[in-house]
Nanobody, 115 residues
Framework: QVQLVESGGGGVQAGGSLRLSCAPS????????MAWYRQVLGEQRELVAR???????DYAESVKGRFRISRNKARDTVFLQMDDLKPEDTAVYYC?????????WGQGTQVTVSS
């Protein structure tokens, strides 16, 4: 079974930056879309950013202009560059990859932004 491994989370002060990465534990075929979600305790998981097979992207309104999603197609790796971080960005971030047959989820990585 394919597992998605996340890295890059941690603590940062407001205005700082972090870069999240997510990659499968082994080679995966037919990945068509990749995305990042986040979830705050007691709240519903929300879509943060998504990139399609053609490279098109979309973002949650709250992160537009501050976050950027990108990918390394050869290695099925997805990144989330987060700049000008705010305390309200504090959450557990999850990556997701969609294939023709399945959705794959990462285990989540904590991002904490302090004032």
């Amino acid at each position: 079974q394919v597992q998605l491994v996340e890295s890059g989370g941690g603590g940062v002060q407001a205005g700082g930056s972090l870069r999240l990465s997510c990659a499968p534990s082994r080679t995966t075929f037919s990945i068509y879309a990749m995305a990042w979600y986040r979830q705050v305790l007691g709240e519903q998981r929300e879509l943060v950013a998504r990139i399609q097979i053609d490279g098109s992207t979309d973002y949650a309104e709250s992160v537009k202009g501050r976050f950027r999603i990108s990918r390394n197609k050869a290695r099925d790796t997805v990144f989330l560059q987060m700049d000008d971080l705010k305390p309200e960005d504090t959450a557990v971030y999850y990556c997701k990859m969609t294939s023709r047959t399945s959705d794959y989820w990462g285990q989540g990585t904590q991002v904490t932004v302090s004032s």
